[in-house]
Nanobody
């Protein structure tokens, strides 16, 4: 069974960098044809895809984040990390990590999500 678990601070101050980690078990993040993504949902709004890191290590990001997002991985720990710089209250959201199967485009496994608040 594939499991994803987000971790990181629940509270970040404005202008700081948010860092979240997704620990993966039951599957390797280097397995062919899977992408590992970050998605968020602000209160009262829909899901927003933020970016992903591929099984080969290449990354893609949503243009709406204006280069504030960076995704990296640690294959020795089988985990990947999101860093979001210059946070504002507009970044308050539940942050999820998920696996994307490239064959179908489906996000077939999700973490439970972690709430991040931005406040001084």
């Amino acid at each position: 069974q594939v499991q994803l678990q987000e971790s990181g601070p629940g509270l970040v101050k404005p202008s700081q960098t948010l860092s979240l980690t997704c620990a993966v078990s039951g599957a390797s993040i280097t397995t062919n044809y899977y992408y590992w993504s970050w998605i968020r949902q602000p209160p009262g709004k829909g899901l927003e895809w933020m970016g992903a890191i591929a099984y080969v290590g290449s990354t893609s990001h949503s243009p709406s984040l204006k280069s504030r997002a960076s995704i990296s991985r640690d294959t020795s720990k089988n985990q990947f990390t999101l860093q979001l710089s210059s946070v504002t209250p507009e970044d308050i959201a539940v942050y999820y990590c998920a696996r994307i199967a490239t064959m179908t485009g489906a996000m077939d496994y999700w973490g439970k999500g972690t709430l991040v608040t931005v406040s001084s």
